[in-house]
């Protein structure tokens, strides 16, 4: 855990330190988010933020792969290394469209060549359960395992980009839910695979990352990640849970039966559910609407926060917390050997984050009533 816990402080530290280089970078090559009628910003804000975090990943990497015992995550396997050069590409991407704005499909051809760069690797998924009809434990040859794969790691690329709308959001929910996907794989590593586990590596450094770029990106952010570092931290949250696959969870004893074989992708849904909620309703929505999936509008979770009243701060807040609840609820099936315990907890919490985003509503209810009342 001393090893992790470094890996995470070398990963915040850097990035942290490297963002107001980056941030004087991005004003000198004129690299500027210019407000739009969808931006809470009305000024223009420098970004490129995706290259301080690829920095501090590196910086990480390097750092884990000269410590004891970290180093076997490297020498046991080449799934860490897969992940930094796919991380670098993807990062490329993102740099390039932060500074002159590819259109969506070229983006989506970048997200592919990364997710397959990675793929080729070796970061595959090799083993999916399907626990109704009798299936069971599949095992997948490389026909069913790259297009699986690739989806997977598009799908949450394209989720933490969807919800990179309000200052400091995307780097909170993906902090938060590295952390929670720390807890699972470091305990699925300990218990029945090896301390020295490629997912849980990648959670720590992504942690680190998040954690070092907030400070400069929370409302008023000086600095916002652009797609260089909203896809960036996609790919990682996705390479998470694709390695997390490869491991025998099956030595979780829960009361969830078969659950343990699927949880990795059931912790990575839970993780993402708040931007995967999001990003499939925008595209229902648009299509609905005779739209290209990908063209943007102004009615996204945190748009409607800010509609009925919360801040913006108080809006990024509230679903930090709504993405904690999900995200350690996920995690929790594999911790805790108690049913009762787990629906009690999360859905006290779901009360409580129920009772917080609707504050603005009540009060003007209280308001209204009061008036008619007078």
């Known amino acids: 855990m001393r090893e992790y816990a470094l890996v995470f402080c070398v990963a915040a530290v850097v990035t942290f330190l490297l963002t107001p280089l980056i941030r004087r970078f991005s004003i000198k090559i004129g690299a500027m988010a210019a407000p739009r009628d969808r931006d809470v910003h009305s000024i223009p804000v420098p970004r490129m933020g995706g ?7 590196a910086a990480a990497l390097f750092v884990a792969r000269h410590m004891p015992t970290l180093r076997r995550t490297f020498t046991n396997s080449s799934e860490t290394t897969a992940v930094l050069i796919a991380g670098v590409l993807i990062c490329a991407v993102g740099i390039i469209d932060d500074k002159w704005e590819l259109d969506a499909l070229t983006k989506l051809a970048g997200q592919i060549v990364a997710a397959g760069t990675m793929v080729l690797l070796g970061v595959q998924i090799f083993i ?3 626990p109704f009809g009798g299936v069971g434990t599949l095992l997948l040859g490389r026909d069913e395992s790259v297009p699986l794969t690739i989806l997977l790691c598009v799908v949450t690329v394209n989720a933490v ?4 709308g309000l200052d400091g959001l995307a780097a909170g929910v993906t902090g938060i839910s590295a952390l929670a996907f720390f807890a699972y794989s470091y305990h699925l590593g300990k ?4 301390v020295a586990f490629a997912p849980t590596l990648i959670c720590a450094v992504l942690a680190g990352i998040c954690i070092g770029f907030l400070p400069h990106n929370f409302s008023p952010a000086r600095i916002i990640m652009g797609d260089s570092g909203s896809m960036l931290l996609g790919l990682l949250l996705a390479s998470a849970a694709i390695t997390a696959t ?4 099956q030595t979780f004893h829960t009361s969830f039966g078969s ?4 949880l990795p992708l059931v912790i990575l849904a839970a993780v993402l559910a708040v931007p995967l909620v999001d990003l499939v309703l925008a595209v229902v929505r648009r299509v609905k609407a005779g739209r290209s999936p990908f063209s943007p509008d102004k009615k996204h979770l945190h748009h409607r926060l800010l509609e009925i009243g919360h801040s913006q701060r108080r809006a990024v807040l509230l679903i930090y917390f709504w ?10 099936m594999a911790l805790v050997n108690s049913v009762p315990v787990i629906a009690t907890l999360v ?8 009772i917080l985003s609707n504050v603005p509503r009540l009060r003007a209810l209280r308001r209204s009533t009061k008036s008619s009342g007078g």
Do not use: R
């Open 51 to 57: 290259l301080a975090m690829l920095g501090g990943l």
């Open 128 to 130: 999916f359960y399907i």
């Open 161 to 164: 980009n969807f919800i990179d």
């Open 191 to 194: 218990v029945g695979y090896d």
């Open 246 to 249: 490869s491991a025998d969870a």
């Open 259 to 262: 659950l343990p074989l699927l």
């Open 323 to 332: 993405a904690a609840v999900v995200a350690f609820g996920g995690v929790s």
């Open 347 to 354: 859905g006290g919490l779901v009360v409580v984050a129920l």
